[in-house]
């Protein structure tokens, strides 16, 4: 058996992406497990970047079986655009299973989502407006409609109207919003549900049997563990749970099955949407580093905020996910700095804050402590081997595993495939 895991240690976009493309050279399968078209995963390879949203990492490999698992919540207008924009490009998704358990997105989803945002006002969330929160609170509250349901149209009939009925009470009465048309909603979906009905399958057999007859078997985070809904910045998270366990559950799997799971780990930090951000730059610096590393979000084209790396975070990210390895990412970016900072700590009042604060009025008085490092001042893209990377390079990359207390696996200095080096090869 071998299984890897490549989770987000931050607040997203850290490059997971681009991990999982190269990680997936050798997985027989690649599993998203959470998370839905918020996501905005971009894949550089033969010079062209791809853009994915719920197409697993791992649809550049022909032959590779791409399963978005039951975790997942599917908008089917956009995945079917999105499948179609990659058929365009000549990547076709024979290989795609889609769970019978996965959540499916609607439109009143999608409509709620901004109107709760639009009545939240300056305490709005930021989110993606794609209908995730409304579509997870739809499971949770056990009214949501999964793939199998929209595969049998009598099931799948009855259960919208419901929803339709309830949600147009909900927009109309409470957001003074138009509602929607049951009967053209319907015909919509089950339209979509005849272009989807070949993928759609018993995932969560497809990956545990896949497992157990030793197969490589790659499991792609969407989102990070400081936006999981329990453990990070709540309110300001994502509905779902993009941590290890997370991915367990959302890939109908046991937690002996996962090996070699990897933070990714971007070496400064960002940020899309409100919520705390201790070790933010909303100065020089930081406006510096987000032109270098064209720092604007993929799926709402908002720009991210930037700051240091923050290594208490990743910290507690790492005790969260149990990470083996981390994948070090955009470091090149780094390259042209003078001088580079990392907050290893917090304090309080002066005092050292030993726990992750789950008070975020607290979280907002921290104070980052930082180390400072001598940038190395050279471009480092080109290098393959980590012995050749420059001293000072090396320095801080020993220096931030030993703060977060996770080896490195992987240093990633380049968009493209080929730009990585590993420094341990476990899958
Ligand atoms: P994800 O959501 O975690 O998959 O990350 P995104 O794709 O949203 O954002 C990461 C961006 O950084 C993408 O544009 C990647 O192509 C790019 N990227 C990934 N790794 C590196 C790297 O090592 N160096 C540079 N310069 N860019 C990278
Ligand atoms: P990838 O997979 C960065 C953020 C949103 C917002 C919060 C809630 O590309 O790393 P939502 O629409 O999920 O209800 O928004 O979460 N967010 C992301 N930030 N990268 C992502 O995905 C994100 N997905 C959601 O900006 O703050
Ligand atoms: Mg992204």
Request: proline share 4%; with cysteine; glycine share 10%.
């Amino acid at each position: 058996m071998a299984t890897a895991m490549v989770i987000g240690a931050q607040w997203g976009d850290e490059g997971k992406g681009k991990i999982v493309d190269y990680l997936a050279a050798k997985a027989d399968v690649v599993v998203r497990s959470q998370g839905g078209n918020n996501a905005g995963h971009t894949v550089v390879t033969g010079g062209k970047a791809y853009p994915l949203r719920l197409m697993p990492s791992g649809i550049m490999y022909p032959g590779t079986i791409c399963v978005v698992g039951t975790g997942v919540v599917i908008d089917p207008k956009s995945f079917l655009e999105e499948m179609e924009k990659l058929e365009a490009q000549g990547i076709n998704a024979k290989h795609l299973q889609i769970s019978t358990r996965a959540q499916v997105v609607f439109p009143y989803h999608i409509r709620l989502d901004e109107a709760e945002e639009m009545r939240k006002g300056s305490r709005k969330l930021g989110t993606t407006k794609n209908g995730i929160g409304p579509c997870y609170a739809d499971k949770i509250n056990r009214i949501g409609i999964r793939m199998c349901d929209l595969m049998d149209k009598e099931v799948f009939a009855e259960k919208l109207k419901y929803n339709v009925e309830q949600k147009n009470m909900l927009l109309e009465k409470l957001y003074d919003m138009e509602g929607f048309d049951y009967e053209q909603m319907l015909i919509d979906y089950l339209g979509y549900a005849e272009k989807l009905r070949p993928y759609v399958k018993d995932t969560n057999y497809t990956v545990q049997t896949l497992v157990r007859e030793g197969k490589n078997v790659l499991f792609e985070g969407a989102q990070a563990s400081m936006l999981d809904c329990d453990n990070g910045t709540y309110p300001f998270v994502t509905s779902s749970h993009p941590t290890a366990g997370g991915a367990c559950i959302g890939a109908g799997i046991g937690p002996h099955m996962m090996q070699n799971i990897f933070g990714v780990v971007k070496a400064y930090s960002t940020r899309v949407g409100e919520g705390p951000f201790p070790t933010e730059q909303v100065n020089e610096i930081g406006d510096r580093i987000r032109d270098i590393a064209h720092e604007f979000g993929t799926v709402t084209g908002r720009p991210r905020r930037v700051g240091w790396l923050d290594a208490r975070a990743v910290r507690y990210a790492a005790a969260l996910n149990s990470f083996d390895y981390l994948a070090i990412t955009r470091l090149d970016i780094l390259d042209e700095l003078e001088e580079i900072k990392v907050c290893v700590g917090y304090e309080y009042e002066g005092k050292p804050v030993k726990e992750y604060p789950a008070d975020l009025k607290f979280l907002s008085k921290v104070t980052p402590v930082y180390k400072t490092y001598k940038g190395w001042k050279e471009k480092i893209s080109a290098i393959r081997d980590y012995d050749r990377l420059p001293a000072r390079c090396k320095e801080y990359l020993a220096d931030i595993s030993k703060e977060i207390g996770v080896p490195i696996g992987i240093v990633s200095v380049g968009p493209s495939r080929e730009e990585t080096i590993v420094v341990k090869d476990v899958f």
